[in-house]
């Protein structure tokens, strides 16, 4: 039972960054950087940005210092902390446990470009009419998203049992 605990959290972790590194590589042998194509009209759209800063480019303006230490040395203490925490914590549910791989798989994909490429890829952009719109973001950064819808989701559900 432990073993295939193990591998299922491994899996999914590895799958979160494979299809997050294959999108992103695509996109650099194919869309020209700094374009915008149409995918759904205005609606949905492609892009080859790159994101020198971490979520929105927050911290894109930041001293080289500063830089390494809150994009590349912070999110390694917290990935390898939370990745210690759901190896141990056999009482998590699955909800929880998904959600921390997809937080894990999208946040070493996201540091893996900025560590290699000192920058990281985005390319996808959503505008529901001013209804709802996006910044321009990445299969990691959806990965992330979705660990902690069901970080929330597992939370809920505990409470209510």
Known sequence: MKNNRTLFITILIVVNIALDQISKFWVRANIPAGSRSEILGEYF???N???TGAFLGLGSDFNPVLKIILLNVLPVVV???VLFHIFRDKTLDKFSL???CCIIGGGIAN???RILYGQVTDFWHIDLGGVFRTGIFNIADVSVM???GLLILGNFKKKKA
């Open 49 to 51: 940005v790159e994101n």
């Open 146 to 148: 979705v660990g902690m």
């Open 111 to 113: 540091l893996y470009d």
């Open 45 to 47: 759209t492609l892009h």
């Open 98 to 100: 998904i959600g921390f």
């Open 79 to 81: 990935l390898t902390l």
